[in-house]
């Protein structure tokens, strides 16, 4: 609690305002991802792979740019940052434990960026969301990561629906998870997509209580790699339940 605590005042800190609402949930995901270390590494593994074997084969490596940068677990930023020239991380927030690592580290090819990808404000103001459009004016962009962000948009924008009451949130959030898998696709660069695609919770038994699409009914692009993420292991949700998300990589 100690701790947290001082994450969250430092991290408040550093956060542009408008940001700041947002930090309280970057804190718990970084105590829950602290908890639930050894059930998910296997996923982190695997997502460091994966971007590893899609850098393998660039030759020219000047920007990087990773979406939901978030707490740097499953994203390789060592190897990152010492394969591009610069590497843009854009996130909601930067937690001051991630700031304070990339400066120890002296990493002065790092930049951060708080912004939220989600494209809800376009949304808000009736225009078609358009998320990754600002990527247009990255210069000597040779990478797009987007890592394990694509759930959260769904996940962030329903919950900010909740407070507003709207009716079509199914339609709004689809729409959004849509726009940012055409920005993706439509980018003139080499790209990774990391996404949790469904989850289910299960019992002891393997009995399904709860089971879900994560893209709401958006079609999944084909995926090169599938594994399974225990997101909450037994006694994360309660001492009989678990989460198992599946998780595809593009
Ligand atoms: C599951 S975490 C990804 C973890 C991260 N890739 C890592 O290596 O630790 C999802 C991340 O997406 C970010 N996120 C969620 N919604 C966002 C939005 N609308 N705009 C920008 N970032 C967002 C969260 O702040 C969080 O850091």
């Known amino acids: 609690m100690i701790l947290e605590a001082i994450q969250y005042a430092a991290t408040q800190a550093v956060t542009p305002s408008e940001f700041r609402p947002f930090v309280h949930s970057s804190v718990n995901l970084w105590s829950r991802a602290n908890r639930c270390t050894k059930a998910w590494a296997p996923h982190e593994a695997n997502c460091k792979a994966f971007i590893g074997e899609t850098i393998a084969g660039m030759r020219q490596r000047r920007t990087a740019v990773v979406l939901g940068s978030g707490l740097l677990r499953d ?13 843009v991380l854009v996130d909601l927030v930067h937690l001051a434990s991630v700031r304070a690592w990339i400066k120890a580290k002296r990493f002065t090819n790092i930049r951060l960026i708080s912004r939220d990808l989600s494209g809800f404000t376009d949304t808000l103001a009736g225009r078609m969301p358009e998320p990754l459009s600002f990527l ?68 002891r038994g393997g009995a399904v209580l709860e089971d879900a699409d994560l893209l709401c009914g958006v079609p999944a692009p084909i995926a090169k790699r599938s594994w399974f993420w225990t997101v909450a292991p037994y006694g994360e949700l309660g001492r009989d339940r678990q989460a198992v998300h599946q998780v595809i990589a593009v």
């Not at 990255?138 to 709207?166: C, E, F, K, M, W």
């Not at 959030?173 to 920005?183: E, F, P, Q, T, Y």
Request: hydrophobic share 45%; charged share 20%; net charge negative.
């Open 136 to 203: 247009r004016q990255v210069p000597y962009l040779d990478l797009v990561v987007s890592a394990n962000i694509l759930s959260q948009i769904g996940v962030g924008t329903r919950r900010q629906l909740a407070q507003s009451r709207h009716d079509d949130a199914d339609a709004i959030v689809s729409s959004l998870i849509k726009a940012h898998l055409d920005g993706l696709s439509a980018l003139p660069c080499r790209t990774a997509l990391l996404t949790d695609v469904s989850y289910k919770v299960t019992d």
């Open 75 to 87: 994203v390789p930023i060592l190897d990152l940052a010492r394969a591009f020239d610069t590497v």
